[in-house]
């Protein structure tokens, strides 16, 4: 008797992608000359580095400047680039240059891991995806480029353009500042206007999600052609940026100049879903905007992009789902359009995921650090959303608080829904129906 094959599914090669190239990532970081004193890095933390990298999270445990060498700085960016892009997009870039035929198993996980609706022309838009990552980058370096060069010198303020460029639209939010103080973020620009204004235009452009560029590009300005998927992440994503940042401009920052103020608010509100950088001290910030960034965190940026978060798409639906109960109506819609109620059990089930993820964390890192629970929800959604801000506690976190963030960075690059399918990949579910009773909630 012959016995069957047992086919990887889509969801694990995804998150065994990402499993590799974090191992992989770790054990070159631990290596001598990853770091300054050239004694390379502990095992607890390469791999608390290498996830934040690849997870395009921003966390970390030693300053990126001054704890680790030009290669390790490197390697760091390679790991961000590769996690922003995805690992299956840059491993299928690798066949099609090296001229390997891309079967349909591969394009079926290519679509998976781009959240594309169709597996036809999958190749096209992978191509699509590289080529616009590169011009985007690059333009983005060559803006911040005269400004760097003037602080640092040329050698080096090319290398800060180009590092910076990257993690910003890859919503990584590691950075180099180090060198002008430990863990200082773009504090020291928070009244510059073009690095301001550069580093938020990538983070967006990022975390729009790449369906949407082709939208952009095939229809410009024509909105109503656009798919409903790039209209709900359109709409969510100014939503989210607009309205936090009135908050912000009213509710902190009292102490700067009109200028400065409209900067830092517009800031914070595009950095907090999901790029991680910083132009404000955040422990300086009352609990309200504190509580206001946890949500955003969560929120993230939108489906198949280099953000992280349960997605706005997945918040605009339960939204919407909410909205339709009140006013009893029978299915979700938007622009005229019903969703499926597949839809919005995946949603919700997200948003439960993530809630749940981001409140265990919390209470347990505050109950065994003896840390403030705000400031231990604040790193946990920032863990969990791969987003990278901190109130300055995550130096101070013990192996299980780091090993229980390493999880959720990892968990919310990877998807917790992939994590799920790619468990129960086997399981084909049960048809069957069961009697239907009544229970009233609410």
Not at 74 to 77: I, M, P, R
Not at 219 to 243: C, D, E, G, N, P
Not at 250 to 257: D, I, N, T
Not at 305 to 329: E, W
């Given at each position: 008797?012959?016995?069957?094959?047992?086919?990887?599914?889509?969801?694990q090669?995804?998150?065994?992608?990402?499993?590799?190239?974090?191992?992989a990532?770790?054990?070159i970081?631990?290596?001598?000359?990853?770091?300054?004193?050239?004694?390379?890095?502990?095992?607890?933390?390469?791999?608390?580095?290498?996830?934040?990298?690849?997870?395009?999270?921003?966390?970390?445990?030693?300053?990126?400047?001054?704890?680790?060498?030009?290669?390790?700085q490197?390697?760091?960016?390679l790991?961000?680039?590769?996690?922003?892009?995805?690992?299956?997009?840059?491993?299928?870039?690798?066949?099609?240059?090296?001229?390997?035929?891309?079967?349909?198993?591969e394009r079926?996980?290519?679509?998976?891991?781009?959240?594309?609706?169709?597996v036809?022309?999958?190749?096209?838009?992978?191509?699509?995806?590289?080529?616009?990552?590169?011009?985007?980058?690059?333009?983005?370096?060559l803006?911040?480029?005269?400004?760097?060069?003037?602080d640092?010198?040329?050698?080096?303020?090319?290398?800060?353009?180009?590092?910076?460029?990257?993690?910003?639209f890859?919503?990584?939010?590691?950075?180099?500042?180090?060198?002008?103080?430990?863990?200082?973020?773009?504090?020291?620009?928070?009244?510059?206007?073009?690095?301001?204004?550069?580093?938020?235009?990538?983070?967006?452009?990022?975390?729009?999600?790449?369906?949407?560029?082709?939208?952009?590009?095939?229809?410009?300005?024509?909105?109503?052609?656009?798919?409903?998927?790039?209209?709900?992440?359109?709409?969510?994503?100014?939503?989210?940026?607009?309205?936090?940042a009135?908050?912000?401009?009213?509710?902190?920052?009292?102490?700067?100049?009109?200028?400065?103020?409209?900067?830092?608010?517009?800031?914070?509100?595009?950095?907090?879903?999901?790029?991680?950088?910083?132009?404000?001290?955040?422990?300086?910030?009352?609990?309200?905007?504190?509580?206001?960034?946890?949500?955003?965190m969560?929120?993230?940026?939108?489906?198949?992009?280099?953000?992280?978060?349960?997605?706005?798409?997945?918040?605009?639906?339960?939204?919407?789902?909410?909205?339709?109960?009140?006013?009893?109506?029978?299915?979700?819609?938007?622009?005229?359009?019903?969703?499926?109620?597949?839809?919005?059990?995946?949603?919700?089930?997200?948003?439960?995921?993530?809630?749940?993820?981001?409140?265990?964390?919390?209470?347990?890192?505050?109950?065994?650090?003896?840390?403030?629970?705000?400031?231990?929800?604040?790193?946990?959604?920032?863990?969990?959303?791969?987003?990278?801000?901190?109130?300055?506690?995550?130096?101070?976190?013990?192996?299980?608080?780091?090993?229980?963030?390493?999880?959720?960075?990892?968990i919310?690059?990877?998807?917790?829904?992939?994590?799920?399918?790619?468990?129960?990949?086997?399981?084909?579910?049960?048809?069957?129906?069961?009697?239907?009773?009544?229970?009233?909630?609410?």
């Open positions: 008797m012959e016995k069957t094959k047992k086919r990887i599914s889509s969801p090669i995804i998150i065994l992608g990402f499993a590799t190239v974090i191992l990532g770790t054990l970081l631990m290596l001598p000359f990853s770091t300054q004193d050239g004694s390379g890095a502990t095992f607890a933390d390469a791999l608390f580095t290498a996830t934040s990298a690849t997870c395009v999270t921003g966390l970390v445990v030693q300053d990126t400047a001054t704890y680790w060498s030009g290669f390790g490197a390697v760091l960016l790991l961000i680039q590769i996690g922003g892009m995805g690992v299956v997009t840059v491993t299928v870039l690798i066949s099609i240059l090296s001229g390997k035929k891309i079967g349909l198993k079926s996980t290519i679509q998976e891991a781009i959240s594309a609706p169709q036809g022309g999958i190749i096209r838009f992978t191509g699509f995806i590289v080529k616009m990552t590169i011009i985007f980058e690059f333009v983005g370096a803006l911040m480029m005269p400004v760097f060069c003037s640092f010198g040329f050698p080096k303020g090319v290398w800060y353009a180009v590092f910076h460029s990257i993690s910003a890859c919503n990584a939010g590691f950075d180099l500042m180090g060198i002008r103080g430990e863990f200082s973020s773009l504090t020291g620009y928070s009244s510059h206007p073009l690095i301001n204004v550069v580093i938020m235009l990538l983070i967006i452009i990022g975390g729009i999600g790449f369906l949407t560029w082709e939208d952009i590009k095939n229809h410009r300005h024509h909105f109503r052609k656009y798919r409903m998927q790039s209209k709900v992440a359109l709409t969510t994503a100014a939503v989210l940026i607009v309205f936090p009135i908050y912000f401009f009213f509710g902190e920052f009292a102490g700067l100049s009109g200028g400065e103020r409209i900067l830092n608010s517009l800031f914070q509100s595009v950095t907090t879903r999901t790029a991680g950088f910083n132009t404000a001290d955040l422990a300086a910030m009352t609990e309200t905007g504190i509580g206001i960034m946890i949500v955003l969560l929120i993230g940026g939108s489906p198949g992009s280099t953000a992280g978060g349960m997605k706005t798409t997945t918040f605009a639906v339960m939204l919407s789902t909410t909205f339709s109960v009140f006013r009893r109506r029978e299915h979700t819609s938007f622009f005229g359009r019903r969703i499926s109620v597949d839809v919005v059990r995946n949603a919700a089930a997200i948003l439960t995921m993530y809630a749940v993820i981001c409140l265990t964390n919390g209470f347990i890192i505050s109950r065994i650090e003896g840390l403030p629970m705000t400031a231990c929800l604040f790193e946990s959604a920032s863990a969990i959303g791969t987003v990278g801000l901190t109130v300055g506690i995550t130096t101070k976190l013990g192996l299980l608080s780091r090993t229980l963030l390493i999880l959720s960075m990892y919310g690059r990877v998807g917790g829904l992939t994590l799920i399918f790619s468990a129960l990949s086997g399981n084909k579910g049960n048809t069957a129906k069961l009697p239907q009773d009544k229970m009233t909630v609410g």
